[in-house]
């Protein structure tokens, strides 16, 4: 069966989630009319943040803030564009209408340095830019300093860049002048993007694939030993983390780490979930209960979509809402809205 050939977290979750869902996605591939705009805008801040790291790998030093907001600010516009040819600037409006609500929402959590009447602007694609813009601003400075340290310890970091792969002499250096460092540990990017591809399981011929967003190393000073321990890190980026979302982030966090130990052969013990929009990051250590728990969550998905003939729908007001084929399927709870 084609769809089962190569599968990724996405896929399997969203027979998980829905089985006509999957069966419009997958094997029907039928049109999907996006419902916001928000995923778009997301994946333009997503692409400038991989851009962001990179850049660090290839040159061996930070690139420029302009560089990082231009990344973001052509995939946006690319996007819009796309959108506006594919579905019509009609469409593209209402995108604009509908999106804006829960932008404005987070906008105002997020307490903008431009004040209330920036918000009044909303309902122009211009506002976006000019949040993505703020939004890479902040991410850019966190960057900054998690990776270098801060202060002081910039200026060493910067200057043992060129040592990226291996930054023995700053952590010697660190050891050295303890009254300098600010953060008892830092990290370096080890890849971006890193895809893998394995078989679930011997005897099937399917294959998981994906792509991880970025793995570090971090070095964790410990003040007993004074030493540094190393510890590999998994890292994926989410335009917003929501309690909303959670547990389908940590479902995928859990597939990736997998990933990591049977492909790449770099088990890891703590991954982080990133949120570009606020900064914050969510702790989550890996445990041996919960990756056989997605091993056995793997293979079952599997099987039970290569034995279903019939893909039934299980709609619910709130799945139907964000599903981009709503207005399609006979089942939908949200038809026509
Ligand atoms: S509209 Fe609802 S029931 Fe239909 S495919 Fe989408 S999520 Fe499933």
Same mark, same amino acid.
């Given at each position: 069966?084609?769809?089962?050939?190569?599968?990724?977290? /996405?896929?399997?979750?969203?027979?998980?989630?829905?089985?006509?869902?999957?069966?419009?996605?997958?094997?029907? @591939? $039928?049109? /999907?009319?996006?419902? &916001?705009?928000?995923?778009?805008? !997301?994946?333009?801040?997503?692409?400038?943040? =991989?851009?962001?790291?990179? /850049?660090?790998?290839?040159?061996?030093?930070?690139?420029?803030? !302009?560089?990082?907001?231009?990344?973001? #600010? &052509?995939? +946006?516009?690319?996007?819009?564009?796309?959108?506006?040819?594919?579905?019509?600037?009609?469409?593209?409006?209402?995108?604009?209408?509908?999106? %804006? !609500?829960?932008?404005?929402?987070?906008?105002?959590?997020?307490?903008?340095?431009?004040?209330?009447?920036?918000? #009044?602007?909303?309902?122009?694609?211009?506002?976006?830019?000019?949040?993505?813009?703020?939004?890479? @601003?902040?991410?850019? %400075?966190?960057?900054?300093?998690?990776?270098?340290? #801060?202060?002081?310890?910039?200026?060493?970091?910067?200057?043992?860049?060129?040592?990226? *792969?291996?930054?023995? +002499?700053?952590?010697?250096?660190?050891?050295?002048?303890?009254?300098?460092?600010?953060? $008892?540990?830092?990290?370096?990017?080890?890849?971006?993007?890193? *895809?893998?591809?394995?078989?679930?399981?011997?005897?099937? *011929?399917?294959?998981?694939?994906?792509?991880? *967003?970025?793995?570090?190393?971090?070095?964790?000073?410990?003040?007993?030993?004074?030493?540094?321990?190393? &510890?590999?890190?998994?890292?994926?980026?989410?335009?917003?983390?929501?309690?909303?979302?959670?547990?389908?982030?940590?479902?995928?966090?859990?597939?990736?780490?997998? %990933?990591?130990?049977?492909?790449?052969?770099?088990?890891?013990?703590?991954?982080?979930?990133?949120?570009?929009?606020? !900064?914050?990051?969510?702790?989550?250590?890996?445990?041996?209960?919960?990756?056989?728990?997605?091993?056995?969550?793997?293979?079952?998905?599997?099987?039970?979509?290569?034995?279903?003939?019939?893909?039934?729908?299980?709609?619910?007001?709130?799945?139907?809402?964000?599903?981009?084929?709503?207005?399609?399927?006979?089942?939908? $709870? =949200?038809?026509?809205?």
């Amino acid at each position: 069966m084609q769809h089962l050939r190569k599968v990724s977290f /996405s896929r399997l979750k969203t027979f998980s989630h829905c089985p006509k869902q999957f069966e419009f996605k997958y094997i029907q @591939e $039928a049109p /999907s009319i996006p419902t &916001n705009l928000n995923s778009h805008f !997301g994946k333009s801040l997503h692409f400038a943040a =991989q851009q962001f790291v990179h /850049s660090c790998l290839e040159n061996k030093q930070f690139p420029t803030l !302009g560089y990082v907001v231009e990344q973001f #600010s &052509n995939n +946006w516009k690319e996007s819009v564009a796309n959108l506006q040819q594919q579905f019509g600037q009609e469409h593209l409006e209402k995108l604009i209408k509908v999106s %804006a !609500g829960t932008l404005m929402i987070k906008t105002a959590k997020m307490q903008m340095k431009n004040g209330p009447s920036e918000q #009044s602007k909303l309902f122009g694609l211009e506002y976006w830019n000019v949040l993505g813009t703020q939004i890479l @601003e902040q991410f850019y %400075a966190r960057e900054k300093d998690s990776l270098c340290i #801060s202060g002081a310890n910039t200026r060493i970091f910067d200057a043992s860049f060129s040592e990226f *792969d291996d930054s023995s +002499w700053l952590r010697q250096y660190m050891l050295l002048n303890k009254q300098f460092v600010q953060y $008892a540990s830092y990290r370096t990017p080890l890849y971006t993007e890193k *895809d893998f591809e394995f078989k679930i399981e011997e005897h099937t *011929d399917t294959f998981l694939r994906g792509s991880i *967003d970025r793995i570090d190393k971090e070095w964790i000073y410990d003040e007993k030993s004074n030493q540094y321990k190393e &510890n590999t890190v998994l890292i994926e980026y989410k335009t917003d983390i929501s309690p909303h979302s959670l547990s389908q982030n940590i479902d995928q966090i859990y597939v990736y780490a997998y %990933a990591m130990k049977m492909e790449l052969d770099l088990p890891v013990s703590k991954a982080i979930l990133s949120g570009l929009r606020t !900064g914050e990051e969510v702790v989550i250590p890996i445990q041996e209960a919960k990756m056989k728990q997605t091993e056995d969550w793997l293979q079952e998905t599997v099987v039970q979509i290569s034995n279903t003939k019939e893909f039934i729908a299980t709609p619910s007001f709130s799945k139907c809402k964000f599903c981009d084929f709503k207005n399609i399927c006979p089942s939908s $709870a =949200q038809r026509g809205k």
